[in-house]
């Protein structure tokens, strides 16, 4: 069976403090997607990130990164500086090959606060 | 280049009703999926389309549910004799059909639409 697992519910943070987000996934596929998407108060999931499961270098984009481990089965998520409008819950999906179906976890909510 | 846009946002309706929400995916986009999240969950997955056929059904899917997507473009989500555990935000996303078969796209989804079963 497939699973994302996000074991922090909440994270607090004061403005200009890095945060990591810890994502750990289970399937016994080979071939497998990883994403993260953030959401807003306004409810829309906004995509962030797609990875698949043979690309492990790490990616920066800003002041975001991305920490790809198979040996650990995680796909880390770190904020670097983080200001208040990085405030949002935050999901890690997974999706295997040859389906669409997105699996997701139960997301970290985030609060940067000033 | 406008996103995904679901109608109506929000929706209060009495136990019992049928209520149908309408998603326009972005208008490249051939397919075309509905997701249900529940509060402090994350979304999980209904079923989807590639162009007009639906190609998979979630088990959450029960008889009362019923998606179409009649030309290909725009889809329709119908639940009828609504419950009230059926109170939750209905979310939409679409997406390219992957160059490479078995390759998954990246889907984009809309604003959702908050269904409130009283």
């Known amino acids: 069976a497939q699973k994302v697992t996000q074991a922090q519910t909440e994270i607090s943070v004061v403005e200009k403090e890095d945060v990591t987000l810890d994502c750990v996934y289970e399937t016994r596929d080979t071939t497998y997607y990883l994403f993260w998407y953030k959401q807003p108060p306004s409810g829309e999931l906004v995509f962030l990130i797609r990875r698949n499961s043979f690309d492990e270098q790490n990616e920066i984009s800003g002041r975001y990164s991305w920490n790809f481990q198979k040996s650990t089965s995680s796909f880390n998520f770190t904020i670097t500086a983080s200001q208040v409008v990085d405030s949002a819950v935050y999901f890690c999906?997974?999706?295997?090959?040859?389906?669409?179906?997105?699996?997701f976890g139960t997301g970290t909510r985030l609060q940067v606060f000033p | 280049d406008t996103g995904v846009s679901q109608d109506p946002r929000h929706k209060i309706t009495k136990r019992g009703q049928n209520v149908t929400f309408r998603c326009d995916p972005i208008s490249e986009h051939n397919r075309l999926y509905w997701y249900r999240q529940t509060l402090g969950q994350g979304p999980e997955f209904l079923t989807y389309?590639?162009?007009?056929?639906?190609?998979?059904k979630s088990r959450l899917l029960s008889d009362r549910f019923s998606a179409e997507r009649p030309k290909g473009s725009f889809s329709t989500l119908e639940i009828q004799r609504t419950e009230q555990g059926d109170s939750a935000m209905y979310l939409c996303?679409?997406?390219?059909?992957?160059?490479?078969?078995?390759?998954?796209?990246?889907?984009?989804f809309g604003p959702g639409t908050r269904l409130t079963v009283l």
């Open positions: 389309f590639q162009n007009e056929a639906q190609l998979e």
């Open positions: 999906a997974l999706s295997k090959h040859n389906t669409d179906k997105l699996i």
């Open positions: 996303a679409s997406s390219l059909t992957p160059r490479l078969a078995g390759n998954t796209d990246t889907q984009y």
